[in-house]
């Protein structure tokens, strides 16, 4: 069974940088799409960051020039390096996954889900 399991959400100032990890249970290079998506309370959730198994990237508007997809398929592991963050970047972040490939803008498709990590951005 494919499980995603995110890490490193934290609690950081405006300015400052987090690093989230999804390590996946199961073959990563089987999955033609992979994706960070967010929630913020009361908000829809929205796509942040999607690579391909091409390894082309996709990035929201609001996180481009800060935000980093990667992916490791030797280490099963895909990452978003998130610097200089804002308060408005506060919002659970969720790892996942398709065979599919498409990346969509709220997460449709997507096959496979963490369970999220809360990052929390402080004014």
């Known amino acids: 069974q494919v499980q995603l399991v995110e890490s490193g959400g934290g609690l950081v100032q405006t300015g400052g940088s987090l690093r989230l990890s999804c390590v996946v249970s199961g073959i990563i290079s089987r999955f033609n799409a992979m994706a960070w998506y967010r929630q913020a309370p009361e908000n829809q959730r929205e796509l942040v960051a999607g690579?391909?198994?091409?390894?082309?990237?996709k990035y929201a508007d609001s996180v481009k020039g800060r935000f980093t997809i990667s992916k490791d398929n030797a280490k099963k592991t895909m990452s978003l390096q998130m610097n200089s963050l804002k308060p408005e970047d506060t919002a659970v972040y969720y790892c996942a996954a398709n065979r599919g490939g498409s990346i969509t803008p709220t997460g449709t498709g997507m096959d496979y889900w963490g369970k999220g990590t809360l990052v929390t951005v402080s004014s």
């Open positions: 690579i391909t198994s091409d390894l082309l990237t």
